[in-house]
């Protein structure tokens, strides 16, 4: 099994261990007054400990999202009890804060446990397989850097807590993916508006400014950036307009899909780590998983 099918089955399992877990993140958000997004927010602050957070740290992994939004969502937080702001634009969790984001975080593991209070010995040795594969990856050489990945390792449960441990270790390998798309893009000095707007115009999934406008307003950015971000396109000749439409160029189609390409060069190469038959020992256990949680949802 090749990695691109290797990690689409992991997320396929990541999304099916989920719906053990998601119904009681609902219920947390829920009851919090805060927003899904916010919550992340919450979770990624306490991965930067003992540094503040800003949204500079939170624009490493994100760039795509406004500075003032994720400002706007830390400030929300700390009107709330759940933040601190040490200096202008530097936030820390509180007491209470630190407790509900632990609580966030164990009541949803707690959930993936029930999912399969005795897991056998096919769910321990998943999970390392798994460690195996994310220690590879913090180790591999960049490009690309590990900003993520090493962030998102800093909440990664005890593998004898094998669910928690897997659903963690699918977080840092998505992490890792992020790592890596950057790498692949950010030397191009396309701004991240830019790139986002590329990707959707390349997915055909908008085909006009009123689109990009309309389809990444939870970015948080006026209407003139993505004006601006579409006339960066245009000067690089990876898009062209006629009549209100846009239109990527072959220029544009090659740039971006060697931008795949690349993503999925620095995502695999870690994976070298995992030889045969470890790949279908790898296919085999996340099947058997993903096929024993469907049966427990039904």
Known sequence: MNGQLLWNLMRETWSVLGQHFEPIIETIVADSGLETRTWGLLLAVLTFEPDHTTPAHLMVRGPYTAAESYLARLEAAAE????????????????????????????????????????????????????????????????????????????????????????????????????????????????????????????????????????????????????????????RIFVTSAQGRLHITKTGQHFRDQVESDTDQYFFKPWAVLKDPGTKDLERLLLKLRDELRRKNN
């Not at 195996?132 to 004898?160: A, E, F, G, K, Y």
């Not at 790498?183 to 689109?211: K, P």
């Not at 003139?224 to 579409?230: F, S």
């Open 80 to 235: 709330m009890g759940y933040l601190s702001e040490v200096a202008e634009g530097e936030f820390y969790l509180t007491p209470a804060g630190r407790a509900e984001t632990q609580r966030f975080i164990e009541r949803a593991r707690h959930a993936m446990v029930a999912a399969l209070p005795a897991p056998g010995d096919s769910v321990i040795k998943l999970a390392h397989y798994l460690d195996q594969l994310v220690r590879s990856c913090l180790n591999t050489q960049p490009p690309p850097d590990i900003w993520s990945i090493r962030l998102s390792h800093r909440l990664m449960p005890p593998i004898d807590s094998p669910l928690p441990f897997i659903e963690q270790s699918f977080s840092c390998l998505a992490a890792y993916r992020d790592d890596a798309h950057l790498a692949a893009w950010q030397a191009s000095g396309l701004t991240a508006t830019a790139m986002e707007a590329l990707t959707f115009i390349w997915r055909a999934q908008v085909d006009s400014l009123d689109g990009l406008v309309e389809h990444l307003a939870q970015r948080g950015h006026h209407r003139q950036v993505y004006v601006d971000a579409v006339s960066e396109l245009r000067k």
